[in-house]
């Protein structure tokens, strides 16, 4: 029986796939990896646009060296 995990942890786990996913796949646009992870977590709306600001600030792209 599948366990139904709080919405928070969902976006937590959504976000370490984008990370993941980014360092594997560095050309990947990051549009695509949100829509991934939207269907693979089965994000709100809402939460797939926080993560996008998130992924669109300069403090996670300067992580990553994106600057």
């Keep these: ?4 995990m709080p919405q928070s942890e969902l976006v937590r786990k959504s976000l370490a796939y984008i990370t993941e ?6 050309d990947k646009p990051v549009d ?3 829509d991934e992870a939207g269907m693979r977590f089965n994000l709100t709306p809402l939460d797939t646009a926080a993560l996008e600001r998130l992924f669109r600030s300069p403090l ?8």
């Design 1 to 4: 029986m599948p366990t139904i």
């Design 21 to 26: 996913q980014r360092a594997l796949n560095p």
């Design 32 to 34: 695509r990896l949100l």
């Design 60 to 67: 996670i792209d300067g992580v990553h060296g994106k600057n």
